[in-house]
């Protein structure tokens, strides 16, 4: 097995009742953590993740729905009193990813092509344990807990699947929370603040068309290769020139596609060229969006080139609430204390569909340290391995919030 930092003692000698409970539980945490990166399944297709999980609900007592966003599951407990009308929606996402694996240990992938390269097995056992401690301790609370396991989180849109299927109108959250590991962060610190914490998820492909012809008779064509080049190229200057300095994007192409190798001189009709693009706010993606077509038109008609684009809008930023923010910040400080919360993190460029959920309802984003960067085993990495340690912490953060949301 991958060796991991080691957390910092926590809690057994603060006495937080909750993480004294998680701490007994590691080993079944553990264990079925390692269970479901066993057996990696990509978005929509989490068949037997579902089925693990509708067993340790049902197991508990606790009473669940699915099929909620195809292969979603929403757990409901409730408080031995509910006479507060409060309600907490608690979100895990338990897809993976299409990558190789390579480690060694014990639990690696039995999918091939198919990884848990983002700890999504370890976000899915980190409710599973608060869902124990919550189903046996319904007098510590008074209201509804939703368990949210979402499905295909990685770019297929679980979260909107969910939402169509009705989630927040028959499951109604009155605020909602979700965190994610962090390789980035030191094992043991916790990370919330209100705003945007990760960008928008935005795709594009251009299409240069020109007139294609003979590589020895560039005069007579119209090449879209030279004129792709220089858009490329172009494009670049639209954060630097276009989004105003205190505002923050990032343009990246990443693909380019034309021509034929085994047919080297000859000029094509068309190039096409694609990328992303990743803002905090809607009137920067607006303006990225906009900037990006005047751009690439311009400078393709200066080649005698025409251009067409299809820009897909994925995921908007990630927005944690103010008061949400400020609540969660407080339950993870009782938890590790105050210096190992993180109030003023930098915001992240990566995307994550739980802003769609984040839409619809008030609420935060979390991010709880595990280490692991230093030793190359990042996010989306094929050696990656979720940090086992922290599953009592996280388990405790995510019961914490409910408990200290609705108090009795």
């Avoid at 007994?24 to 993740?49: K, V, Y």
Wanted: proline share 6%; charged share 20%.
């Amino acid at each position: 097995m991958n060796s991991h930092p080691v957390l910092p003692a926590l809690m057994p000698e603060q006495g937080h009742p909750v993480y004294r409970f998680m701490h007994g539980e590691q080993g079944m945490l553990g264990a079925l953590r390692r269970d479901i990166h066993s057996w990696p399944e990509l978005g929509f297709e989490e068949n037997r993740t579902s089925d693990r999980i509708s067993t340790e609900l049902a197991l508990l007592g606790i009473e669940h729905h699915r099929n909620i966003g195809k292969t979603g599951i929403v757990g409901v407990i409730h408080g031995e009193r509910t006479d507060s009308g409060k309600s907490v929606g608690l979100r895990a996402d338990m897809d993976a990813l299409a990558l190789t694996e390579i480690n060694s240990f014990d639990h690696v992938s039995r999918n091939p092509g198919v990884m848990h390269a983002c700890g999504h097995d370890g976000h899915t056992a980190m409710l599973m344990g608060a869902a124990r401690y919550l189903s046996r301790h319904r007098r510590a609370f008074n209201g509804t807990v939703y368990l949210i396991f979402q499905p295909a989180e990685e770019g297929r849109g679980g979260a909107q699947a969910m939402l169509d299927d009705g989630l927040f109108e028959r499951f109604p959250a009155q605020q909602i929370y979700a965190l994610h590991n962090a390789p980035t962060l030191p094992v043991g610190t916790i990370s919330v603040a209100p705003g945007a914490c990760m960008s928008s998820a935005d795709m594009f492909t251009m299409r240069i068309s020109g007139r294609g012809g003979h590589g020895a008779h560039p005069h007579l064509a119209a090449d879209p290769v030279v004129a792709a080049a220089h858009v490329v190229t172009a494009l670049q200057s639209i954060v630097a020139r276009s989004v105003p300095p205190l505002e923050t994007a990032v343009l990246s192409v990443c693909s380019i596609r034309g021509g034929d190798f085994n047919a080297r001189n000859v000029i094509p009709d068309f190039v096409e060229i694609g990328g992303t693009v990743r803002t905090f706010s809607n009137a920067v993606q607006d303006l990225m969006e906009r900037r990006l077509m005047e751009v690439a038109t311009a400078v393709a008609q200066a080649h005698g080139t025409t251009v067409s684009m299809d820009y897909e809008r994925l995921f908007p930023p990630t927005v944690s609430t103010e008061r949400e923010a400020a609540f969660a910040a407080q339950v993870a400080t009782r938890l590790v204390g105050a210096e190992r919360v993180i109030t003023k993190p930098m915001p992240s460029t990566g995307s994550e569909d739980f802003s769609f959920m984040l839409l619809r309802k008030p609420g935060a984003y979390l991010r709880v340290g595990q280490g692991g960067a230093e030793a190359g085993r990042m996010l989306h990495n094929p050696h990656y391995d979720f940090n086992d340690q922290i599953l009592p912490l996280g388990a405790s953060l995510l019961a914490g919030l409910a408990l200290d949301a609705m108090p009795v």
